[in-house]
């Protein structure tokens, strides 16, 4: 009779906490919100025309922010001999990797994140210098 006993209250009472944990939520307030739809990203190609003394990997690191990447622009362009970069060739980058920057700067790229700029000494000689592409920093290591 214990048994018994104990099965016909076992029973209802684990029934109310198996339905009270199936019970439907309320809604937040302000009603019910559909999730926004997804980002849509943008498609086609940034145009590049490569300048005196650019390679592919600083190429790369301005607009991606990562020098290794330069393979997979390689492999978007397979007229380009990557290790032999002309003046005038034109690259074309992916949208979705150029997360830095989307527009091709008015200065040639260099090797570790830097520009060339000319300038004219004391004695009038053009001089080039490198100096850090300005607003890429985030993308060049940790701060």
């Given at each position: 009779m214990n048994k018994m006993f104990r099965l016909m209250l076992v029973v209802p009472v684990g029934s109310v906490f198996l339905l009270a944990g199936?019970?439907?939520?309320?809604?937040?307030?302000?009603?019910y919100q559909p999730p926004p739809p997804p980002i849509a990203q943008p498609q086609g190609y940034i145009y590049h025309r490569v300048m005196y003394g650019e390679t592919l990997g600083a190429i790369a690191r301005y607009y991606t922010g990562k020098e290794y990447l330069w393979r997979e622009i390689?492999?978007?362009?397979?007229?380009?001999?990557?290790?032999?970069?002309?003046?005038?060739?034109?690259i074309k980058i992916a949208y979705p990797l150029a997360v830095l920057h989307?527009?091709?700067?008015?200065?040639p790229l260099r090797a570790g994140g830097k520009?060339?700029?000319?300038?004219?000494?004391?004695k009038g000689h053009v001089v080039e210098?490198?100096?850090?592409?300005?607003g890429s920093e985030e993308g060049f290591g940790p701060k």
């Open positions: 199936c019970a439907p939520m309320p809604p937040p307030e302000g009603g390689a492999e978007d362009n397979p007229g380009i001999r990557p290790n032999k970069l002309m003046e005038g060739d034109v989307n527009e091709q700067p008015p200065f520009r060339v700029i000319k300038k004219t000494d004391k210098e490198e100096v850090p592409i300005e």
